[in-house]
């Protein structure tokens, strides 16, 4: 949802009626904002299990620790990629947001 909401904005027109507001633009860089620091949250607390799990693998009372710890790099690379793609359409849409911040102030 927030990634269409962001492609909707970056391929709107620059100028005109359908040009966003900077509001809206500045709102869903925030909402972008937010969700990247949630993804960032997520890769941590996969990181911190897959070191818990890890730990203790060879443990006979762990016999699935191998199997968790594929699901979780599996859970780490998904939210990696999300990351990286969101942080690159954010990075967009802030250029575009400067942009326009400057034209309403010149």
Known sequence: MLHQRIEELLEAPASGAAAPSLAHLEATLTDGYAEALALEAERSRIERRIGEVAGRVDEPS??????EIVALAR?????EGELGNLR???QRLNARTRALRHATIV
Request: glycine share 8%.
């Open 75 to 79: 859970k780490l690379t998904h939210a």
């Open 88 to 90: 690159a359409m954010l």
């Open 62 to 67: 762990e016999a699935g620790a191998t199997e």
